[in-house]
Each structure stands twice: as C-alpha cells, then as structure tokens.
C-alpha cells in the first residue's frame, strides 16, 4: 500500500499534463494533499472548460478535506491565465472554453483567424505562420508580437490583405 510520500512523488509527475499557467497552483495542491496524509494517486490532470481537472484514483481512500482541496484549486484556476499564470478570464471559443489573460487571449484570437481563415482548419500550420509572422516583425518568441493590441490589429489586417490578394 502507498503512503502519502510516495503519492506525493508520483502525483507531482502528473503536472505535464496541466497548462503551465496552473502549475503552481497545481503543486499547491498536491502538497496539500500530502500534508492531509492523502495516498491517493492523481490518475489525471489539465483543463477542463478553463478550469482545473484533477482526477484522483476512485479505489483510493480519501482523507476528509481532500475534495474541497481540489474543488478550491479548481474555482481558482479559473481566474488564471493557463498559460503564463496572471490574472485571466474565462473565454469560448469554436466550443473551447479556456481561462486566459488579455494578452495571452488576443494571440489565441489571432491563431483561430489564421487557422479558420487562412489554413482550413489545421491549428498546427497557423501555429506556425503566426510564429514566422512575428519573427518577420523582429519579435522572438514568435507568440510575443500578437499579444499585444498593435500586433493583434496588424495579423487581422495582414490576414484581410492575403484574403484580398495583396500581399504587400
């Protein structure tokens, strides 16, 4: 049988599949969890609907306290960013809900424009061309140029040009 030393160890290893915004939140949470004597081990973590999922062994015996844990770590998930941790919101887009920052939300509108309007669907490539975009601009990482407003409007106008036929 595992003890909460060994779970801890484990359950810490699962943070990979948590959006690296929430990692911290998310090894809060697992060290509370240990410190409540909690064995049980995490069999699945990420977002959900912009939140926080963690799911923890069901034939596990669970400590008094444990769900309340997890179900606080979710609530505040919610008001952070899942990709850099600042203060977000939550947003719907094409059936996602995901929690983001302004800036961090305004790159993700660039990259379902290119991806919708530009790349038939496929996330990957726009993923890419926005990233050549910007190195263009002179901005490294490619993703720093759309989280600002000016780059945001300038990969909307760049895109309405293409569409056009005016590349220049």
Partial sequence: MKNAADSLVEN???RDGVPPGWRRLYDRLIVDLYRLDCAAEVTAAGAHRGELAVTLA?????????ERLIDAARRAS???????????SLHDGNGTVRSLCGPHYRLELAVQAATERLFEGERAE???WVDAFAVALGEAPGER?????????EVLALIRRIESGVYC
């Fill in 145 to 153: 140029a759309m989280r600002s407003q000016q780059g945001f409007e």
């Fill in 78 to 88: 919610a008001a952070l960013c899942e990709e850099c941790g600042a203060v977000a």
């Fill in 126 to 128: 726009a993923l890419r």
């Fill in 58 to 66: 069901s034939h596990a015996a669970v400590p008094a306290g444990v």
């Fill in 12 to 14: 810490i290893d699962m």
